[in-house]
């Protein structure tokens, strides 16, 4: 069965005060690992797809990496827009859904 | 990347009624996926629908609970039955991205339905 952990649940950062978000799994095979955004009220966002160890992908302030075990979310200079829920979900070899874990709550105060 | 839209955006029922949910695409999709997240809890797969055949639930999701249409390629609905109030969530639908979602490297997401069941 596919697992994905993320910590921590919550973080509170300061205007640019950099940091990073974990997302650890177990998957059968890796087809590829996901990185979203939540804003309340609101629907998932899509931000990465990683597929293999030593991948990286950036977007603005994020970069997002993979090893074989975790992945991270790294926030440079962070801004009070990107308070968001960040949601790490894997997509394991067979499956053709989205298997997500619990999220990770950033609140970034100016 | 696909444009998803649904209906209604939220609801306030009524124990033992039952809501349908809409789920519209801008594109052609092979299949479109149906998601409960709980308060203050991440994304649970309900079922995989698939046009011209039957919905694939997942553990602890059942058909009379949580009836599936899928008439067409650009369309779904999602009925929560016989509510309670642990049915409370918001319901999202998600389709594949590429042409004719048929690529997962990217899943897009609706904005969801948020149920309140009293």
């Known amino acids: 069965e596919d697992q994905v952990t993320q910590s921590p649940e919550a973080l509170r950062l300061q205007e640019g005060e950099s940091s990073s978000l974990n997302c650890s799994y177990t998957v059968s095979g890796l087809r590829g690992l996901f990185w979203y955004r939540q804003d309340p009220g609101k629907g998932p966002e899509f931000l990465f797809t990683l597929y293999s160890a030593g991948e990286e992908k950036e977007k603005e302030r994020l970069k997002a990496t993979l090893t074989k075990k975790e992945s991270f979310l790294h926030i440079t200079a962070p801004k009070p827009e990107d308070s968001a829920t960040y949601l790490c979900?894997?997509?394991?070899?067979?499956?053709?859904?989205?298997?997500f874990g619990s999220g990770t709550r950033l609140q970034v105060q100016p | 990347s696909a444009v998803i839209s649904q209906k209604p955006s939220r609801d306030i029922c009524q124990r033992g009624t039952s809501l349908t949910i809409q789920c519209q695409v801008d594109s052609q999709v092979t299949m479109m996926f149906w998601y409960r997240q709980q308060p203050g809890q991440s994304l649970t797969l309900i079922a995989t629908?698939?046009?011209?055949?039957?919905?694939?639930?997942e553990s602890g999701f059942v058909i009379d609970k949580f009836p599936i249409s899928r008439p067409n390629l650009t369309f779904s609905t999602l009925t929560v039955s016989n509510m309670s109030p642990e049915d409370s969530s918001i319901y999202l639908c998600?389709?594949?991205?590429?042409?004719?979602?048929?690529?997962?490297?990217?899943?897009?997401f609706g904005p969801g339905t948020r149920l309140t069941v009293l």
């Open positions: 629908a698939n046009q011209g055949s039957e919905a694939t639930y």
């Open positions: 979900a894997v997509l394991g070899v067979g499956r053709r859904a989205l298997t």
């Open positions: 998600s389709v594949p991205g590429g042409a004719g979602g048929n690529s997962y490297n990217e899943q897009f």
